[in-house]
């Protein structure tokens, strides 16, 4: 069965300063891992994408994912905070064999102090 | 791209009412849509999945006959929420997944209610 754990509820960083946010995931098959972002009272906006090809897996606005099998891991990173990435950050992961159905980890919502 | 809208983005409505949303794919073509459900502050709760042309397959524990969905073409998707109470505010999201692509989905700008 598919779970998904983000590990931090609340990250704060400083503008500037690196982002890390943290998403283990539980998979039987070969997964397809998701970032998606969400500001406030909006939709989800598709940071990247990982399926089976590179394990570095680049994304929008500077953000970037490393998966990782052997620590069933897929963090986020971004090496400079904006204040414009101040939002809700939710990891995904879904599998070829339930009809690739989205699982959501709980969310990690990122203050970026100025 | 794969923009995906919904309408209206904010909806106020009196107990007993029913209120319809539309989610709509803008530029290409979805075969299958789902609706979510946010609680403030938590994670997206998948209510149900709707293939164009079918009846849409509800999660454990969402009343069917409270909210009904229609899948009536490629690109649109309705959610009604019937005999609507204060306890259904939500923000409600609805998401596509692009024909011939499996994987990804796109989300649209979600749909605040609010049941007075």
């Known amino acids: 069965a598919q779970s998904v754990t983000q590990l931090d509820s609340h990250v704060s960083v400083s503008e500037g300063t690196p982002v890390l946010l943290r998403c283990n995931y539980s998979?039987?098959?070969?997964?397809?891992l998701f970032w998606y972002v969400q500001h406030p009272n909006k939709g989800l906006q598709l940071l990247l994408k990982y399926t089976s090809a590179a394990t570095l897996v680049k994304g929008i606005n500077g953000f970037e994912a490393e998966f990782k099998k052997s620590e069933t891991s897929f963090h986020l990173t971004k090496p400079s905070a904006h204040m414009s990435d101040a939002a809700e950050y939710f990891c995904?992961?879904?599998?070829?064999?339930?009809?690739?159905?989205?699982?959501f980890g709980t969310g990690t919502s990122l203050t970026v102090i100025p | 791209g794969a923009v995906v809208s919904q309408h209206p983005s904010w909806v106020i409505c009196k107990s007993g009412t029913s209120v319809k949303i539309e989610c709509r794919s803008l530029?290409?073509?979805?075969?299958?849509m789902f609706w979510y459900r946010q609680f403030p502050k938590q994670s997206l709760m998948l209510m149900a999945t709707?293939?164009?042309?079918?009846?849409?397959?509800?999660e454990q524990g969402v009343e069917k006959d409270k909210f009904l969905i229609n899948h009536a073409s490629l690109t649109l998707s309705t959610l009604t929420v019937t005999s609507a109470h204060p306890e259904d505010s939500s923000f409600y999201i609805c998401s596509a997944r692009r024909q011939g692509a499996t994987d990804t989905q796109y989300f649209g700008p979600g749909t605040r209610l609010t049941v007075l």
């Open positions: 709707s293939n164009e042309g079918s009846k849409a397959t509800y």
């Open positions: 995904v992961v879904s599998e070829t064999n339930t009809g690739n159905q989205f699982y």
């Open positions: 998979s039987s098959y070969s997964p397809s």
């Open positions: 530029d290409f073509q979805a075969t299958t």
